[in-house]
Nanobody
Framework: VQLQASGGGLVQAGGSLRLSCAVSGFQFSDNAMGWYRQAPGKERELVAHITNIGTKYADSVKGRFTISRDNAKNAVYLQMNTLKPEDTAVYYC??????????????WGKGTQVTVSS
């Protein structure tokens, strides 16, 4: 299982970013996918997820973020608009119920840093 998020960066409050995630090693189209984030000193949280029939968002990002997927490209995206300083975090993509390795540890790829300045 490989997950590679990209597209992060430094942006001013009110700006936009589009994150991308390329995945491999499992049947992408069969899995619900999510975007997660982890801010310094905080636990990782799920901000959006997508199945083949719908999407769901955390209240903190509803109306500002849009998740989408391209099953033909094994990719998932997160369009982030009207960014706020509190959106600053490392963003990760993963299946909604993460796969585990032989040691039972959840498999996570390298995230992408999003920093929103005020």
């Amino acid at each position: 299982v490989q997950l590679q998020a990209s597209g992060g960066g430094l942006v001013q409050a009110g700006g936009s970013l589009r994150l991308s995630c390329a995945v491999s090693g499992f049947q992408f189209s069969d899995n619900a996918m999510g975007w997660y984030r982890q801010a310094p000193g905080k636990e990782r949280e799920l901000v959006a997820h997508i199945t083949n029939i719908g999407t769901k968002y955390a209240d903190s990002v509803k109306g500002r973020f849009t998740i989408s997927r391209d099953n033909a490209k094994n990719a998932v995206y997160l369009q982030m608009n009207t960014l706020k300083p509190e959106d600053t975090a490392v963003y990760y993509c993963n299946v909604l119920f993460p796969y585990r390795d032989d040691d039972g540890m959840e498999i996570w790829g390298k995230g992408t840093q999003v920093t929103v300045s005020s």
